[in-house]
């Protein structure tokens, strides 16, 4: 599986959008991108996933670049609830296939 | 959406003890689970991949007579701790492919005294 690159941290104003910007310069044509966070002491949640179209759920919007080098998660009303430990992860979707979590993004949202 | 559970939450034992810990999916049919391990202030680490019906994959450097994993029916797996030692005391969570995404159980904290 490629390797991912995000920040070690953020913070964001509550209310506000938060950017979470991840870099997969090696991403294969078969892999997707996928976003989990993880909250204090739970197990990890997952928040969407995309191959190269923008995808959007009720959670957040993720942009994927159109050389697929780079993504963003958009989380477009940051609230205090959503400070956790993100996680940018590229995997080839298919069943069986391991997830490889990296060092993730600490987004801690401040009123 | 899918939900995976896991049990106990929480569990203290004695040095040497053994501890099972179990992953449910609960709606859904998973030949496929996976156990992780976190320490504190760590990202998740892969310890192994859990096969319906055959035998474990392990990743390098756990120890397969130690983490002991069964997986006996298609929405259970098992993690067994053997000989439990104050080291291995951690966050272990387990996962299951729903229909293209990974869903995570809630985690086990283990405490051994």
């Known amino acids: 599986d490629a390797k991912t690159t995000q920040p070690p941290s953020m913070d964001c104003a509550e209310g506000r959008a938060a950017n979470l910007p991840c870099n997969h310069s090696?991403?294969?044509?078969?892999?997707?991108v996928y976003w989990y966070r993880q909250i204090h002491s739970q197990g990890p949640q997952y928040i969407i996933h995309?191959?190269?179209n923008n995808e959007t759920n009720e959670m957040a919007s993720l942009i994927i670049t159109e050389d697929r080098k780079s993504s963003t998660l958009i989380l477009p009303h940051a609230t205090l609830r959503d400070t956790a430990v993100y996680y940018c992860?590229?995997?080839?979707?298919?069943?069986?296939?391991?997830?490889?979590f990296g060092a993730g993004t600490i987004l801690r949202v401040k009123s | 959406g899918a939900v995976v559970s896991q049990h106990p939450s929480r569990v203290i034992c004695k040095s040497g003890t053994s501890v099972k810990i179990e992953c449910r999916s609960l709606d859904f049919q998973a030949t496929t689970m996976f156990w992780y391990r976190q320490f504190p202030k760590q990202s998740l680490m892969l310890m192994a991949t859990?096969?319906?019906?055959?035998?474990?994959?392990?990743e390098q450097g756990v120890e397969k007579d130690k983490f002991l994993i069964n997986h006996a029916s298609l929405t259970l797996s098992t993690l067994t701790v053997t000989s439990a030692h104050p080291e291995d005391s951690s966050f272990y969570i387990c996962?299951?492919?729903?229909?293209?995404?990974?869903?995570f159980g809630e985690g086990s904290r283990l405490t051994v005294l």
């Open positions: 859990s096969n319906e019906g055959s035998k474990a994959t392990y």
């Open positions: 995309g191959l190269k």
């Open positions: 992860i590229v995997r080839v979707m298919e069943y069986g296939n391991k997830l490889v």
């Open positions: 996962s299951a492919m729903g229909t293209g995404e990974l869903f």
């Open positions: 090696t991403i294969s044509g078969n892999e997707y």
